[in-house]
Nanobody
Framework: QAQLVESGGGLVQPGGSLRLSCVAS???????????MAWFRQTSGKEREYIGG????????NYDASMRDRFTVSRDNSKTTLYLQMNSLEPEDTGVYSC?????????????????WGLGTQVTVSS
């Protein structure tokens, strides 16, 4: 079994920052470096959006072009944890942020290949 659990969401003022975490657990992730991991989000009125991902070995990342300036994806395989650092948050960033995983030690999967998902954590940007 595989489990991805996000945390770190909450209420933040516009212009503020948050760091989200996603912990992977279960026998599926016995070698977490086999899995690329990524962050997605669903905001009001929009379909789920890709934010960015990182290869299993941590050597490569990519981002949606609209996200790369304010969001940073990183991972710590020793803690089986994926992170999302979010800066200069705007009300439009309000939504549910989820992590996902798929095979990808040294290359990033196609978005449709992400097949392991967490339930998400709510981020609300408001004054």
């Amino acid at each position: 079994q595989a489990q991805l659990v996000e945390s770190g969401g909450g209420l933040v003022q516009p212009g503020g920052s948050l760091r989200l975490s996603c912990v992977a657990s279960g026998p599926t992730f016995s070698d977490i470096s086999e899995y690329a991991m990524a962050w997605f989000r669903q905001t009001s009125g929009k379909e789920r959006e890709y934010i960015g991902g990182v290869t299993g070995n941590g050597a490569a990342t990519n981002y949606d072009a609209s996200m790369r300036d304010r969001f940073t994806v990183s991972r710590d395989n020793s803690k089986t944890t994926l992170y999302l650092q979010m800066n200069s948050l705007e009300p439009e960033d309000t939504g549910v942020y989820s992590c996902a995983a798929a095979f990808g030690r040294s290359s990033l999967p196609r978005l449709r290949e992400y097949n392991l998902w967490g339930l998400g954590t709510q981020v609300t940007v408001s004054s």
